[in-house]
């Protein structure tokens, strides 16, 4: 598209082309099933100083709100020599990764068909009380230009389902939800074999698990936990626009201070296929691979282009809004710890006394963390024992890197469609984390 941009100030135009589907079961009643489309537009004007923002759904619009924002700005001869205006890099590129497999080409008969699959394998548990399905799919094709010659075309596609269930034994209670998330629609087959595991585990579970003994104990994380622990408790700080204005933070988080043993590495990047695939940002930035962690020394961390300016960095592909109503802060995409070499089975043989914790239900952290285990077990003499209750492991982010003292070698990335990341009101976006099996000494379990 071709806009007149107003001298002396930056102007960008974020245009978004949305397909979204949902739909959602209550036992077999359906309750909500909707497809739409449509197509919106956020506008930016800087004048070296300030932000000013528009957001609107009328496209023949966008030069209108343009010239308003620019009557509230203040032109600048020497925009050029802004920190902020210069990390604004103008990337000319199409990256259409998902034409000809668009969401929109799925006939909705076989979104229903895959969801009403999953209900046999529900029912068929006497202990479930109550199940919910629900599907999730967005497919969005976004152009990007700007005041320095950006013109960008890509697009990004994500779906998913997820089975809620409710179990009961007398008074022994137990929820669960087993959800699958891809890129595109085959993704989501052969899901049956994981769902009937995953609700055999619950009710062995329910019907078996004891309370923790409190304590301090070596602790397993099962992939999806590491891929909590790296996105809650190390990711969100990572975000440099915690750091703008706040020197003891910085001190903090000062790059080349080691944090973890020489085998540890966490990696954020939009690049990975997944929930977190994002190729530009909602600046126009290309994705990075950003190395936060690199053998156990900080060297990394997360920027747009205000926040890189302020701790004199580069941008890393990491502004990020929900939609088209938001303005891009900082944000991850899929965070995860890098694989070791140890094996599974090494890290439980090696393990006297421990939890291996299979799943969490929340956690959240920033200098501390918490986590909600919803799935775990003893470990006793390097064996798997007993399902056990924990209301919530704690510790300090940077002594539980230190104490990591076991990488497994099985990597996973996790997809994710219910849920989402939160941040300054922006939920839920999407996005990816994962890792291998990890174990950490010397946490506090109640």
Not at 3 to 27: K, N, S
Not at 267 to 275: A, D, M
Request: with cysteine; charged share 20%.
């Amino acid at each position: 598209m071709d806009f007149h941009y107003p001298a002396g100030l930056y102007t960008d135009v974020r245009i978004e082309h949305v397909f979204e589907t949902r739909i959602r079961y209550t036992e077999r009643n359906l309750e909500d099933c909707k497809e739409q489309s449509y197509s919106a537009a956020f506008i930016r004007v800087y004048d070296g100083a300030q932000w000013y923002y528009a957001s609107s759904s009328d496209l023949q619009g966008i030069q209108g709100e343009i010239d308003a924002l620019a009557k509230l700005a203040a032109p600048s001869d020497s925009l050029d020599e802004s920190p902020v205006y210069q990390r604004l890099i103008p990337h000319t590129d199409t990256a259409l990764a998902f034409v000809g497999r668009e969401l929109s080409s799925v006939p909705l008969e076989k979104k229903l068909a895959l969801l009403q699959s999953a209900m046999p394998i529900a029912e068929q548990n006497e202990y479930v009380t109550l199940r919910k399905y629900i599907y999730i799919d967005s497919y969005k094709q976004q152009e990007f230009y700007s005041s320095k010659g950006a013109a960008l075309l890509f697009d990004r596609q994500r779906l998913g389902f997820a089975v809620s269930v409710h179990m009961a034994a007398g008074e022994k209670l137990m929820q669960t939800q087993y959800s699958k998330a891809g890129n595109v629609f085959p993704d989501l087959f052969g899901f049956a074999p994981e769902l009937e595991a995953e609700i055999a585990d619950c009710e062995d579970f329910m019907l078996r698990s004891e309370p923790v003994e409190p304590g301090v104990y070596s602790v397993i994380f099962a992939p999806i936990v590491t891929g909590v622990f790296a996105h809650e408790c190390f990711g969100h700080k990572s975000e440099s626009d915690f750091m703008i204005g706040d020197e003891e933070t910085k001190k903090e988080w000062m790059l080349g201070k080691r944090v973890g043993p020489d085998n540890l590495t966490i990696i954020e990047t939009g690049l990975e296929p997944g929930s977190g695939y994002v190729p530009f940002d909602d600046e126009g930035n290309a994705a990075t691979k950003t190395y936060l962690v690199q053998n156990g020394i900080l060297t990394g961390r997360l920027h747009n282009a205000d926040s890189a300016a302020d701790l004199g960095e580069g941008v890393t592909g990491n502004a990020r809004a929900m939609n088209f109503e938001y303005p891009p802060i900082v944000r991850m995409t899929t965070t995860y710890i890098d694989g070791g070499t140890q094996t599974v089975d090494e890290l439980i043989a090696g393990t006297e006394n421990g939890i291996y914790v299979k799943s969490v239900s929340h956690g959240s952290g920033m200098s501390t963390f918490t986590l909600a285990p919803s799935l775990a077990y003893y470990i006793k003499d390097g064996k798997l024992g007993k399902p056990v209750r924990i209301s919530v492991i704690s510790g300090n982010v940077f002594k539980a890197l230190s104490d990591i003292d076991g990488i497994a070698d099985d990597l996973k990335l996790l997809s994710f469609v219910t849920g989402g990341c939160g941040k300054m009101d922006q939920f839920p976006l999407s996005v990816g984390f994962g890792g291998p099996h990890i174990r950490i000494q010397n946490m506090q379990v109640q």
